[in-house]
């Protein structure tokens, strides 16, 4: 068997909000293997985000490790935490698109940091772009989008650098169900016929019953797991 | 990330605040401005001066003196007190020693000039015709008249304002006028005016500027006359023709004369006068592009004033690209790179409108603009202010530019690289 993509050991995670500390990941321990497309369901402050953002090498982690593709993410300096981020494609809630920037500048800007050359960045965003079926929208502004066709520019956006796998946070949190049903069916698509590697934190049923394992977290920890 | 994305990006940040961004580079354009208009005009105004002392002050004359006259103040300082005085005479003495090829002795006195119902106050000159003409070849030198090297007596000239002070041609007086030369001599009690009647042999050529030789607004009358009208044996000063005007020669004549008369005059050669403004003028240059330089530094404060806030207002958009994988000296770059593209473009405003002003200021200081007052203060200097404006300004004006945004805009920059993802992206 090869190496999981992702994996977590005793992950634990306390911070401070003022005065009062919070435990927000107690000790989680996670596998994910390449193909892979997991759902974490939890109530709100279960710590499924706090633990997606240390997947993601935005945040540390106060105990345990965090491996991606067996590396430990802990060694690596403030460099290397930027270039595994380029390899890793995140889907956020809340889309954060850059305003001033078209559907496909948002897309090419995040090949262009990496360095990818103008004609080659732009040709792939188109062609991501129509994948999510964003094809006659490249050039419209986030601000102009609706907030389906914004999770989908992210969706392109998180894909454009060929991640090694993909995190979503709530990507149906803030969309209507219709809407949220296509993008389920998308990130199946993509899934099945891709071969991307998926790990979403949602309250969406529907996804997690799309997707091929749900693990539920309360309180910071893993406490059931369900393979579809 | 491609250095011309990170530019690009910059760019596309400016442009979406467009009056933000205006207003912070107007600061720099008027700071370089300043710079710019205030040096160029100095180094015109230095130019001129420089020119014109030496149209009026032959590099290969040196003036004698006792200090009390003509000294820039420099030799006031280091000239001797006492009884001593230089005599028409003494040119005798100078013409004897080793490099001086003629000298002239000046006596000077002010005065006003009488033509009919008509008075000029004016500068009254007693000098020997034939050895002023030969030191001032080029400026004492008649356009109408004659010079007569071996004069008659009452024979006078007159520089051309004295003739044409309006210069409108409404002459106040012209060859072969007679005029009534006074001088008020305040030494004996009670006061006496003088009165000379000299007859206009020759008018000079316009010299221009406030040359130490001869000017526009003197008249010469020969020595001998001078000697009994103002009774007196003493001379200002005495001006040396050299054989040549290398340094050499300035350096051994000056001393030789000083010797001669035990230390008891000072020797001004043009090229002392000229380190002597040179080195004025740098100091009024340096005192001027300081006060210009603080309003450059007031520029930098609302650079880095500007970034701060933007720099609140982009919190997220950092969280976002470091999300995405960008390196914090990528961040780094970005925000510098927006105050680098003010600043080059506040320098480069800076300069262009810094020249446009130097020239609309020299213009009317040298008497072309519309106001009266520039008019006749300029045409009484009579100097025109050509502003230079060297590479070395231009380049120093977009470097200090450049610097200025660079360094205040260094901290924003070091606190958006430095953000955690994380923090950023969660910030509202």
Redesign the interface.
């Given at each position: 068997m090869t190496a999981p993509v992702v994996e977590t050991v005793n992950l634990r995670k306390t911070y401070m909000l003022g005065e009062v500390p919070v435990d927000a990941l107690q000790g989680v321990d996670l596998r994910v293997e390449q193909g892979d497309f997991l759902a974490i369901l939890g109530p709100s402050g279960s710590g499924k985000s706090t633990l997606l953002?240390m997947i993601?090498a935005?945040?540390k982690p106060t105990e345990g490790k965090v491996f991606i593709e067996s590396v430990d993410v802990s060694t690596l300096n403030?460099?290397a935490l930027?270039?595994?981020?380029?390899?890793?494609g995140?889907v956020?809630q809340f889309f954060?698109?850059?305003p001033?920037?078209s559907a496909r500048g948002n897309v090419e800007?995040?090949m262009?940091?990496?360095?990818l050359g103008k004609t080659e960045r732009r040709k792939r965003a188109e062609e991501l772009l129509e994948t999510v079926g964003l094809r006659e929208r490249v050039n419209h502004k986030p601000a102009e989008l609706s907030g389906g066709e914004r999770q989908r520019v992210a969706i392109a956006?998180a894909l454009a650098?060929n991640p090694r796998f993909l995190l979503m946070d709530e990507p149906t949190g803030n969309i209507d169900s219709k809407t949220a049903k296509e993008i389920i069916e998308l990130v199946k698509e993509l899934n099945e016929e891709k071969g991307v590697t998926i790990i979403v934190v949602t309250h969406d049923q529907q996804i997690a019953l799309q997707a091929k394992r749900a693990m539920l977290m309360v309180d910071g920890l893993m406490i059931q797991e369900k393979v579809n | 990330m491609k250095v011309r994305d990170i530019l690009s990006y910059a760019f596309g940040a400016i442009r979406l605040r467009k009056l933000r961004a205006g207003l912070t580079t107007l600061g720099v354009v008027i700071g370089i401005a300043a710079i710019v208009a205030l040096l160029s005009i100095t180094q015109g105004l230095q130019g001129t001066i420089a020119e014109q002392l030496q149209t009026g002050f032959a590099t290969n004359t040196i003036i004698v003196s006792t200090g009390r006259g003509f000294g820039m103040g420099l030799d006031t300082i280091t000239a001797p007190e006492s009884d001593f005085k230089l005599l028409v005479s003494h040119t005798q003495i100078i013409d004897e020693i080793e490099g001086v090829d003629i000298s002239a002795a000046e006596i000077r006195k002010s005065g006003y000039l009488r033509s009919g119902e008509q008075e000029f106050m004016l500068s009254i000159v007693g000098v020997d015709f034939a050895r002023y003409a030969d030191i001032y070849s080029s400026t004492f030198v008649a356009r109408s008249g004659e010079i007569s090297l071996n004069p008659e007596n009452e024979a006078v000239v007159v520089g051309k304002r004295v003739s044409d002070p309006w210069e409108n041609g409404t002459l106040l007086c012209d060859v072969d006028s007679t005029v009534e030369i006074i001088w008020t001599n305040a030494s004996i009690l009670p006061p006496k005016s003088e009165i000379y009647t000299g007859h206009v042999a020759a008018v000079l050529e316009e010299i221009g500027g406030f040359g130490i030789g001869p000017s526009d607004l003197s008249v010469y009358i020969p020595t001998s006359q001078a000697q009994s009208f103002f009774g007196t044996d003493e001379c200002d000063r005495i001006i040396v023709k050299l054989e040549n005007d290398d340094e050499a020669t300035i350096e051994s004549v000056s001393e030789a004369i000083k010797d001669a008369f035990s230390g008891q005059v000072s020797v001004t050669s043009s090229t002392a006068v000229l380190d002597i403004i040179t080195s004025v003028f740098s100091t009024v240059e340096l005192f001027l592009g300081g006060i210009a330089a603080i309003s450059l530094l007031v520029a930098g404060i609302g650079i880095m004033n500007i970034m701060i806030v933007s720099l609140m207002e982009r919190t997220r958009e950092i969280g976002i690209l470091k999300a995405l994988g960008m390196k914090s000296r990528t961040v780094l770059s970005i925000f510098l790179s927006e105050a680098v593209i003010v600043g080059l473009m506040g320098a480069a405003i800076g300069i262009a409108s810094g020249w446009v002003l130097a020239n609309v200021v020299a213009r009317v200081f040298s008497g072309g603009g519309p106001m009266q007052a520039g008019n006749r203060a300029a045409a009484a200097s009579g100097m025109t202010i050509v502003p230079v404006l060297t590479p070395t300004v231009i380049l120093g004006a977009f470097a200090f530019g450049l610097i200025i945004s660079v360094i205040f805009a260094l901290y924003p920059a070091w606190r958006a690289s430095r953000l955690k993802p994380v923090e950023a992206l969660r910030y509202e």
């Open positions: 953002n993601g935005l945040d403030d460099n930027a270039d595994l981020r380029r390899r890793i995140f956020f954060n698109l850059i001033r920037l800007l995040t262009a940091i990496p360095g956006r650098n | -």
